[in-house]
């Protein structure tokens, strides 16, 4: 089995910056994508940034030129660097990964147990 494991959420000031990170581990052959996501109560998960394995980019536009997403190949790891950090961004983030197992053809979904966020004061 496929395990996301995510850190680095926590309280900052407006205009602050936090960095989260996620490691996934398991029976991993490939990684198509990883990414971020985000939910506030009462709303859909939203995108925040996606990876692919091709080295592509997205992020939602509420987040351009303030979050940036990198990948370790190699260490199965992604990272979301969050700048100038407003109320609006506050939520559980959760780390997404599109993964295939060994000895498996299909790429799956995975989630990581999610990490608050919180721009406030």
């Known amino acids: 089995q496929v395990q996301l494991v995510e850190s680095g959420g926590g309280l900052v000031q407006p205009g602050g910056s936090l960095r989260l990170s996620c490691a996934a581990s398991?029976?991993?052959?490939?990684?198509?994508?990883m990414g971020w996501y985000r939910q506030v109560p009462g709303k859909q998960r939203e995108l925040v940034a996606l990876?692919?394995?091709?080295?592509?980019?997205s992020y939602a536009d509420s987040v351009k030129g303030r979050f940036t997403i990198s990948r370790d190949n190699a260490k199965n790891t992604v990272n979301l660097e969050m700048r100038s950090l407003q109320p609006e961004d506050t939520a559980v983030y959760y780390c997404?990964?599109?993964?295939?197992?060994?000895?498996?053809?299909?790429?799956?979904?995975?989630w990581g147990q999610g990490t608050q966020v919180t721009a406030s004061s």
């Open positions: 398991g029976s991993i052959f490939s990684i198509a994508a």
């Open positions: 997404y990964g599109l993964i295939s197992r060994y000895g498996r053809p299909a790429f799956d979904a995975y």
């Open positions: 990876a692919a394995s091709t080295g592509g980019t």
